[in-house]
């Protein structure tokens, strides 16, 4: 199988909730929001549909 690289941005996932939710009727909180992405996050790790990665920047010092 071939494998894809996949960038998660959980603000993208908190603004996504935020359209879907206003759509059907509730008015989430931004902490709420924030929650709900790092879940969404969270469950894609442990599901093991994708590997974190921790972005470190460039150290050029």
């Not at 998660?8 to 206003?22: K, M, N, Q």
């Not at 709900?36 to 460039?58: M, N, Q, R, V, W």
Request: proline fraction near 2%; charged fraction near 40%.
């Amino acid at each position: 199988m071939k494998e894809i690289e996949v960038v998660i941005d959980t603000e993208e996932i908190a603004e996504f909730f935020y359209h879907e939710l206003i759509h059907r009727g509730f008015v989430p909180t931004q902490t709420e929001l924030e929650e709900l992405a790092d879940i969404t996050f969270d469950y894609l790790l442990e599901k093991c549909i994708i590997d974190e990665e921790l972005d470190i920047g460039d150290n050029d010092e």
